[in-house]
């Protein structure tokens, strides 16, 4: 069992579903949505991102590896009886990519948790129709007292300049970041807690 897979029946909090509505709303911001555009979001976790979207977008295709996440994904949709998202086990680090092209692709506070960058934002890149969008909503570069000093798989978010370089490299143009939400976490036993940005990237496959 994953650590997700665990924290999955207590993820939506206030605090987190306040975390998805911001991202939603800079995502809105940024590119004029339809309800002809279809879209694929990864790492969904419980799909909060998605269905603060969904009613802006076409058909949404909502892919994690943890299947705790998936499962209580599967628990909202069917207690809302939405036909609009379906969830899949995917883990484009490993799995064979969907062999299906979309007009938006949109990933929230999981970048972090791949290892390999350059080959995730390939795989994004691969899964976008010409002229569609990315949106990564992630971390700024920070010391690591976000996951705290026993979590060490992680990339400690990311340098904007870098993260930028890397994308236009693979392909992508239009290249835009701004700061999305700022998130409240305590750090230590003290009670302390601290303020991380997370960034928003956009970029579009020419
Ligand atoms: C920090 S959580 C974010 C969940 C959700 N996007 C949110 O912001 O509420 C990271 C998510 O990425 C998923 N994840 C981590 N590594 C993954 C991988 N290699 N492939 C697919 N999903 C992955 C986890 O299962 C988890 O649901």
């Known amino acids: 069992m994953s650590r997700f897979d665990e924290e999955a029946k207590d993820w939506d909090t206030p605090e987190s579903q306040e975390r998805a509505r911001n991202i939603a709303k800079a995502i809105c911001s940024h590119v004029p949505l339809s309800n002809e555009m279809t879209a694929f979001e990864y790492g969904c976790g419980t799909g909060q991102l998605s269905f603060e979207l969904r ?51 949109y990933t929230m506070m999981t970048l972090h948790h791949i290892p390999d960058t350059q080959l995730i934002l390939n795989q994004f890149y691969e899964l976008l129709n010409p002229g569609g969008y990315l949106f990564v909503a992630d971390l700024d570069k920070e010391d690591g007292s ?58 579009q496959k020419s």
């Open 55 to 105: 009613n802006k977008i076409g058909p949404i295709t909502l892919a994690d590896s943890s299947t705790g996440m998936l499962e209580v994904l599967r628990d909202k949709i069917r207690s809302r009886s939405v036909d609009d998202m379906e969830p899949i086990s995917l883990d484009l680090t490993k799995d064979p990519i969907p062999n299906k092209q979309f007009d938006l692709v």
């Open 146 to 203: 976000f996951h705290g000093q026993d979590v060490d798989d992680v990339h400690k978010g990311f340098d904007r300049k870098e993260l930028a370089s890397l994308t236009e490299k693979l392909g992508f143009t239009n290249i835009d970041f701004s700061t999305a939400y700022k998130m409240e976490r305590e750090i230590n036993d003290h009670g302390e807690s601290k303020l991380f940005p997370i960034f928003l990237m956009v970029a």
